[in-house]
């Protein structure tokens, strides 16, 4: 019997094999289980990291956002990924916001740290569509972004 990360195999051989004098593989040792590392199994192992980790996690995705937002204006100025400076940019940009985001879930849930990376993605969007090109802040949408806003704050405040 074999043992393949947590899967066993039995596998038959042919007796003539074993007359022709081959031998057995011997048996490979079990893997050992897989293990998730959250930022309180590390800190009850005395492991935590020596900065103040969830205000530079906070940081980080708060990061990841104002990223996300920035590949999404991009998006309209890489005319359909035909230029080449901003549709790098945006690419780098995309890469940077999954990339700190990723770092944020390390120490947060994952639905609230997507929930807070998508809506400073949102809200930053909106805002810069209002400010820098011109389009329509009505009241209607300005309470909307008011709402996200506001789910925003309960999830930080909710995770805190």
């Not at 100025?77 to 780098?92: C, H, K, M, Q, W």
């Not at 639905?111 to 809200?123: E, F, L, M, N, S």
């Amino acid at each position: 019997m074999y043992r393949f990360l947590p899967i066993s195999i039995s596998l038959s051989y042919d007796i003539n094999e074993k007359r022709a004098g081959r031998r057995e593989m011997p048996p490979r040792p079990a893997a050992p289980a897989w293990r998730c590392y959250t930022a309180a199994s590390l800190a009850q192992a005395g492991r935590a990291p020596p900065i103040k980790e969830n205000t530079l996690t906070w940081l980080i995705l708060i990061l990841a956002g104002l990223l996300e937002v920035a590949w999404a204006v991009g998006l309209k100025y890489t005319a359909g990924f035909t230029r080449p400076v901003p549709s790098v940019l945006t690419l780098l940009a995309m890469a940077g916001s999954v990339g700190l985001l990723g770092l944020a879930l390390r120490h947060l849930p994952l639905g609230t740290a997507y929930a807070i990376w998508t809506g400073i993605g949102t809200v930053g969007t909106v805002i810069f569509g209002i400010v820098v090109l011109g389009e329509p802040a009505s009241v209607l949408r300005l309470a909307c972004i008011a709402m996200i806003v506001a789910g925003i704050l309960g999830l930080k405040l909710a995770t805190a």
